[in-house]
């Protein structure tokens, strides 16, 4: 099936620096999705966009869904340790299919 | 959102024996997946859990290998068969709860490392 490119592959920063990520495809997108993972869990939704050029914030994370519909962004600001872990991002074209990119893991150094 | 459970959280098994893992939502659902994520990896679609009737299996996976079940709206199970070390993998359920065609969560997965 088809696989989102996401970038970057991994980051490593510090604390209370600000986060970019983005999710590329090569098809249009319905929806676009961003998960976070932690080790030994399940991804756990962080922000479900619906239109392009929506732009959606939940707490310090912002989302946004490219106007192009191919693509989708992710930005973190002042990381904390806690942020710690893998984002995904995930789209559906059009009916129950999900796509998921391929992760970036972010480390956050105190 | 949907309260998922799923069963067992880890197992360690042999070579050659059999693995049923169980995914029960507190809700009714439209939409069941199973996933598996390689150390690493990203996740990778295994089958959607059509209840009442056989799975939809993606291409390189098929019903002998993993077969699957969805007897109502809320339960799914999937077996992975005459299991080899390339099975160690996390197994995950998802779900698409009724009414929000466009939102999937995740159950916590099963870690199954086969020896």
Do not use: H
């Amino acid at each position: 099936g088809q696989q989102l490119n996401q970038s970057p592959q991994s980051m490593f920063i510090q604390e209370g620096e600000d986060v970019s990520m983005n999710c590329t495809s090569s098809s249009i997108f319905n929806t676009w999705l961003w998960y976070k993972q932690d080790p030994g869990e399940g991804p756990v939704l962080l922000i479900a966009l619906y239109k392009a050029g929506e732009l959606t914030s939940n707490g310090r994370l912002t989302a946004q869904f490219g106007i192009t519909r191919k693509d989708s962004f992710l930005n973190i600001s002042a990381s904390i340790p806690s942020d710690v872990g893998i984002y995904f991002c995930a789209g559906q074209p059009t009916g129950n299919q999900f796509y998921f990119g391929t992760g970036t893991s972010l480390t956050v150094i105190p | 959102s949907a309260v998922i459970s799923q069963k067992p959280s880890r197992d360690i098994c042999q070579r050659g024996t059999s693995l049923t893992i169980q995914c029960q939502v507190d809700s009714q659902v439209t939409m069941m997946f199973w996933y598996r994520q390689q150390p690493g990896q990203s996740l990778t679609l295994i089958a959607t859990a059509n209840q009442g009737s056989e799975a939809t299996y993606e291409s390189g996976f098929v019903i002998d290998k993993f077969p699957i079940s969805r007897p109502n709206l809320t339960f799914s199970t999937l077996t992975v068969s005459n299991m080899s070390p390339e099975d160690s993998s996390i197994y995950l359920c998802s779900v698409v709860p009724t009414g929000q065609g466009d939102i999937q969560y995740f159950g916590a997965g099963t870690r199954l490392s086969v020896l």
